[in-house]
């Protein structure tokens, strides 16, 4: 991709190409390229919400949840962020109940 793996141009391109994949619904993809990007700006809101999107239909509901929590933390009115976080709250709040014998 770019003679230094972890430079600004090389993290971009990931950025960008997770983009790519997930216009293609690969999503273990997008999930690796934002996550090198989030090694090095864990604060990049591009890459955090994109690896967000992409962990739900992986059923990674729980990751996706705190990715959208990480997302509104700087972001408060982030609709993606907001909409997620209900949908999949209720889903992983409902998970842990049937995995502790519903109470």
């Not at 994949?21 to 864990?42: G, M, R």
């Amino acid at each position: 991709m770019c003679s230094d793996p972890t430079g600004e141009l090389a993290l971009t391109i990931r950025n960008n190409r997770a983009n790519c994949h997930h216009q293609l619904s690969n999503y273990e993809a997008v999930i690796a390229d934002t996550s090198v990007v989030l090694e090095h700006h864990p604060d990049n809101l591009k890459a955090l919400i994109r690896r967000m999107v992409a962990l739900e239909p992986l059923e990674k509901y729980e990751r996706a949840l705190e990715d959208a929590r990480r997302v509104l933390r700087h972001a408060p009115g982030n609709d993606v962020a907001n909409r997620l976080q209900h949908r999949l709250g209720k889903l992983v709040r409902d998970k842990h109940r049937e995995q502790n014998g519903g109470a």
